[in-house]
């Protein structure tokens, strides 16, 4: 088991390394997006007190798969939950916790990203890292968010190689700063639009005039449809997309996509919801289509310090933002939607995996030249 964990955290390390060394997210090439600025590190994180922490498996020819940790603040998330929704854009997936969440309209546990066969496996671990924590010790129900992609096409996922300790171990690690992107943690072993996805994050800060909040995005990448970027039609240009077979005999791509959303801005979970709607907007921006077998799921959270729900409270009298002032978060969550998912594939390699079933990535340099000359 020592031997295993320490494969596994050689791969975190070298997968980190190497994605860091040789690409650049949209943004980093000169392509912004939007109209509004990026936090510091164009990512999640730049919502404070939010953290993310990858585990990731990479081993012999045939596992290619891990988890994702979202960590929505720094405090005891059970005991002072956070107000959230969840959207399905389309519900072909296995979302754990969405009864809950929709019934009480808040979250109580990191969020966690894996495959659709280690949904078990992500909530006994989320349960057990809850258990353990002190002050837990009379704690006797926990609803655990664990969202899923399906990356059997690379990965051995009857082989169910992800663990309840990967996922404590994902937690843990969680930290601020710069997020690792690309061939991480959840992403390890995912498609997207035909070419190599994974994890992808990004984010928006609003003008003070506009109220100065943040909102972040991560998103696990494993979905089809006809890939546009920043509105150049790159899947019909390259010749793959969906349904290409039936007008040039080629292969169908299908999948899906797990999007969170976290903002500073005092939400409540009817306004959350209203957000999460426009991530799959913004997913619509980069050419996904929600098809009819995939798994497409937006959860939202407010972390503002104020609006954390404290399990001692009889009366909640937290403050929200008035309907009036939502346009502009709905604005800057299509736009870090949009670019989180297109950073998901320019910051993924290349990949084989299982039965020699190879992914490229996305030929950058091409769509680059294309980006260019529009």
């Known amino acids: 088991m020592i031997k295993q964990h320490l494969l596994i955290v050689a791969c975190v390390l070298l997968g980190v ?85 929709r019934e009480l309209g808040n979250i109580e546990t990191p969020i966690i ?84 996805g994974g994890i992808g994050t990004s984010s928006r800060i609003l003008p003070k005039s506009l109220g100065g909040y943040t909102v972040g995005v991560l998103a696990q990448t494993n979905y089809g449809g006809i890939l546009e970027i920043d509105g150049v039609q790159v899947g019909q240009r390259l010749h793959k997309h969906d349904f290409i077979n039936h007008v040039r005999k080629a292969e169908n791509i299908d999948g899906s996509c797990m999007m969170v959303v976290i903002t500073d801005a005092p939400l409540d979970a009817r306004n959350l919801e209203r957000v999460a709607k426009r991530a799959m907007m913004g997913m619509a921006k980069t050419g996904g289509i ?44 299509i736009e870090a939607t949009a670019e989180a998912l297109w950073n998901s594939l320019f910051m993924a390699d290349p990949m084989t995996g299982r039965n020699g079933h190879k992914v490229d990535a996305l030929p950058v340099k091409e769509v680059l030249e294309m980006l260019r000359n529009r």
Request: charge should be negative; include cysteine; proline fraction near 4%.
């Open 17 to 101: 390394s190497t994605i860091s060394a040789q690409h650049k997210t949209l943004r980093e090439w000169g392509f912004p997006t939007g109209i509004f600025e990026t936090g510091k590190y164009n990512a999640i994180t730049d919502v404070p007190g939010v953290t993310v922490g990858h585990t990731t498996r990479i081993e012999g020819d045939s596992i290619r798969t891990g988890v994702t940790a979202i960590v929505p603040h720094q405090g005891d998330i059970f005991r002072n939950k956070i107000p959230a929704a969840i959207y399905v854009g389309n519900g072909f997936g296995k979302l754990a916790g969405y009864t809950q969440v």
């Open 113 to 196: 990203l894996t495959n659709t066969l280690s949904v078990a496996a992500g909530i006994e671990g989320v349960v057990r890292y809850t258990l353990m924590q002190p002050g837990h010790e009379q704690v006797s129900s926990v609803n655990a968010v664990v969202g899923e992609t399906n990356d059997g096409r690379l990965n051995d996922i009857r082989g169910m190689h992800v663990t309840p300790q990967m996922v404590i171990d994902a937690i843990n690690n969680a930290h601020g700063g710069t997020v690792e992107q690309g061939n991480v943690g959840a992403g390890a072993g995912t498609i997207c639009f035909g070419f190599k």
């Open 290 to 333: 929600a098809s009819n077998g995939s798994g497409d799921y937006v959860i939202a959270l407010s972390v503002a310090p104020e609006n954390l729900i404290s399990d001692q409270s009889k009366i909640i009298t937290a403050p929200v933002l008035a309907n009036s002032e939502m346009s502009p978060l709905f604005a800057a969550t």
